[in-house]
């Protein structure tokens, strides 16, 4: 294949396969593990103890425009799935998928506390102190790494992973191989994150002051670990480097080579069935937070104006208080 001969002698290319896999086996793992748990019942059962916050008229308007904008890229991505050619719409499927994962992340933390970060780390860092470290993103989209120093990444994941032997390399088939997956992309995650924020440190005044060369000194690993230990890596985290990974590092693969077509096909339907899952559990989250009476409000109102189909039925949330 000429153009990926030329890409592999003028850049540092990932392997296809490889690159192939990691994209496909991860959303497959991820929408396997997401099953029962986002039925409605369970997810009203899963924030049953979830106060009301402080009347905020506000932030319960953020809220609701937040999560109606998750639910509009979660219907381009079903109106997506339904296309029986994957190839021509694929990236575009993963660009919908993330925002309806960003904009379902900033409903719920309108919802929990009114705020409204303006950037995606940032999002991604308030999320985790607001709703992942108050246990309030249901499985699979909780798991976390909340310190990024090498030796604490390999107990912390020892300590999720346990036993479980999978990765990325093989097709998720059932819930085991799913989790063994999601642990890995976990782990990926964390070694780019490290990477990404020792650079930083190399590039600051202190570490080229000090004339360190590596981090093997007791003062340089100081330095590196200042900005290792606070750092965190969550579901939002992997929704961001997984945008840009499928999109421009490994994107060739998605758009050329062998025919994957079959796969691909079951990709974008995994693409669904997450957002729909994340974003149904925003709003069950929202729900619970904003004022008594506007959500009924707010639901009969999307209902009505609405330009697209909505992804779920609104109607099942908010009951059985």
């Keep these: 294949?000429?153009?990926?001969?030329?890409?592999?002698?003028?850049?540092?290319?990932?392997?296809?396969?490889?690159?192939?896999?990691?994209?496909?086996?991860?959303?497959?793992?991820?929408?396997?593990?997401?099953?029962?748990?986002?039925?409605?019942?369970?997810?009203?059962?899963?924030?049953?103890?979830?106060?009301?916050?402080?009347?905020?008229?506000?932030?319960?308007?953020?809220?609701f425009e937040f999560l109606t904008m998750s639910m509009h890229n979660v219907c381009?991505?079903?109106?997506?799935?339904?296309?029986?050619?994957?190839?021509?719409?694929?990236?575009?499927?993963?660009?919908?998928?993330?925002?309806?994962?960003?904009?379902?992340?900033?409903?719920?933390?309108?919802?929990?506390?009114?705020?409204?970060?303006?950037?995606?780390?940032?999002t991604a860092k308030v999320w985790q102190l607001e709703i992942v470290n108050n246990n309030l993103a249901e499985s699979p989209f909780d798991l976390s790494l909340s310190d990024l120093r090498p030796v604490s990444v390999a107990s912390l994941l020892k300590g999720i992973r346990g036993d479980n032997k999978f990765d990325l390399n093989s097709q998720p088939?059932?819930?085991?191989?799913?989790?063994?997956?999601?642990?890995?992309?976990?782990?990926?995650?964390?070694?780019?994150?490290?990477?990404?924020?020792?650079?930083?440190?190399k590039s600051g005044r202190e570490y080229?002051?000090?004339?360190?060369?590596?981090?093997?000194?007791?003062?340089?690993?100081?330095?590196?670990?200042?900005?290792?230990?606070?750092?965190?890596?969550?579901?939002?985290?992997?929704?961001?480097?997984?945008?840009?990974?499928?999109?421009?590092?490994?994107?060739?693969?998605l758009s050329y080579g062998r025919d994957e077509s079959q796969r691909l096909g079951q990709f974008i339907s995994d693409l669904s069935h997450v957002s729909a899952c994340f974003s149904l559990m925003s709003a069950h989250f929202v729900a619970r937070r904003v004022a008594r009476d506007d959500w009924p409000r707010f639901v009969a109102d999307i209902e009505r104006y609405a330009k697209f189909a909505l992804p779920f039925d609104l109607s099942g949330i908010g009951h059985a208080r």
């Excluded at 929408?31 to 029962?36: K, Q």
């Excluded at 021509?88 to 992340?105: G, K, L, Q």
């Excluded at 088939?173 to 930083?200: N, P, V």
Aim: overall charge positive; proline content about 3%.
């Design 173 to 201: 088939i059932d819930r085991s191989t799913a989790f063994g997956a999601a642990c890995s992309y976990l782990k990926g995650t964390a070694d780019y994150e490290q990477w990404r924020l020792e650079e930083q440190v």
């Design 76 to 122: 381009a991505v079903q109106k997506m799935a339904a296309i029986e050619a994957p190839y021509p719409i694929v990236r575009a499927a993963i660009i919908s998928w993330y925002y309806a994962i960003y904009y379902s992340a900033k409903a719920m933390l309108a919802a929990s506390s009114g705020s409204d970060p303006q950037t995606h780390a940032l």
């Design 208 to 253: 080229k002051q000090g004339g360190y060369r590596s981090f093997q000194s007791k003062a340089a690993k100081s330095l590196r670990d200042a900005k290792l230990q606070p750092a965190h890596v969550n579901f939002l985290v992997q929704a961001f480097r997984y945008r840009g990974k499928a999109n421009y590092r490994d994107a060739i693969y």
């Design 1 to 63: 294949m000429w153009l990926l001969n030329r890409l592999f002698a003028h850049h540092e290319q990932p392997a296809p396969r490889f690159a192939f896999q990691g994209t496909v086996n991860w959303m497959r793992a991820i929408s396997i593990l997401a099953g029962e748990q986002f039925e409605h019942d369970s997810l009203r059962r899963f924030y049953a103890g979830v106060s009301r916050r402080q009347s905020s008229e506000s932030a319960d308007t953020r809220a």
